[in-house]
């Protein structure tokens, strides 16, 4: 699996979001969208499959200003993307998400940063955990190049399907990681910012080969 965050990239915000969408023809890549782009995208391109960035543990009724996982399932979403380092929660925190998110039936992915922190999240049965250094986010290093080792513990350490994340920018990552026993990785800046886009996306997925 190759997840593609969005984040809040002027590439990958508004109409730029359906041009770069429109570039994904393998039903392993899965770009994790701004909540509100993910209906428009899913209108655009109905057979794509998206996840939100974040969601809030609240459904319908007063909530100005949150994201319910409800209302992204209802946009078109299918998964959301819970503990990024960039909006970083408390263990009770991504708790009450990921029974937000099940009783919308949203998958998730629960991004962790220690082998100690995946294995408390084993207990909330994750649908992905993801796992970067965030020193090593949108850098010149990848995480499967700085702590191979390490990633082979998580793997060890996941009960469930191990994301691997940080500066994560080739085909050669993705096959490292693979490698690792990683199921994927977790893809932002190298692709968001990339002058050519689909030649980057063509070389990430060549590292399933």
């Known amino acids: 699996m190759i ?16 041009k770069v969408c429109r570039l994904i023809k393998d039903k392993r890549v899965i770009p994790c969208l701004q909540a ?7 209108q655009a391109l109905p057979d794509i499959e ?46 009450a998400v990921v029974a937000a998110c099940r009783e919308s039936k949203m998958r998730v992915m629960i991004i962790t940063d220690t082998l100690e922190l995946i294995k408390q999240v084993n207990q909330l049965k994750p649908d992905y955990i993801g796992f970067e250094d965030p020193k090593l986010i949108g850098g010149p290093v990848a995480m499967i190049d700085a702590h191979f ?6 793997v060890a350490a996941a009960q469930a399907p191990l994301i ?10 993705v096959n490292q990681a693979l490698f690792a026993g990683a199921a994927g990785v977790l893809v932002a800046s190298e692709f968001a910012k990339s002058l050519n886009p689909e030649a980057t996306l063509q070389d990430l997925v060549s590292g399933f080969k």
Do not use: C, M
């Open 50 to 95: 998206v996840w939100a960035q974040h969601a809030d543990p609240v459904g319908f009724g007063k909530f100005t200003g949150y994201q319910a996982p409800i209302s992204l399932k209802t946009a078109g979403a299918s998964g959301v993307l819970i503990n990024h380092s960039e909006h970083q929660l408390s263990l009770d925190q991504i708790q």
């Open 3 to 18: 997840f593609l965050n969005f984040k809040i990239y002027q590439e990958t915000s508004g109409d730029n979001t359906i």
């Open 149 to 154: 080792d390490l990633v082979k513990q998580a």
């Open 36 to 42: 509100v782009d993910i209906f428009r995208v899913k």
């Open 164 to 173: 691997v994340g940080g500066g994560i920018r080739s085909s050669r990552h």
